[in-house]
């Protein structure tokens, strides 16, 4: 999986707005060796959106990891939010609830 996360922090700091986003998880999903990617972007309220791709012949549904969380979609191309917000612990995004 190759992963790419955003918070609010970095919107506010990039000028940039979440609608600036769209796309950037296919984007992701181009990285050499990516079975699947996944693009964590925190949004106002305490929510997370997720966003999963994967291609044809990498062997991944993201629908069933989508699912898994309370979203869906299609097997190439699926969703979640969950209730959270995102940091950085010890080098890696971990979700605070």
Do not use: C
Not at 75 to 93: D, R, V, Y
């Amino acid at each position: 999986m190759t992963l790419s996360a955003i918070t609010q922090k970095d919107l506010k700091e990039l000028g940039a707005k979440p609608e600036d986003l769209e796309g950037v998880v296919n984007i992701i999903n181009t990285a050499r060796g990516t079975k699947y990617a996944m693009l964590l972007m925190e949004q106002k309220g305490n929510k997370i959106r997720a966003s999963l791709r994967s291609e044809l012949g990498r062997g991944v549904n993201v629908a069933r990891i989508a699912e898994r969380y309370g979203g869906g979609g299609h097997p190439l191309a699926s969703g979640f939010t969950i209730k959270g917000k995102l940091m950085k612990k010890k080098g890696k995004w971990v979700i605070k609830k």
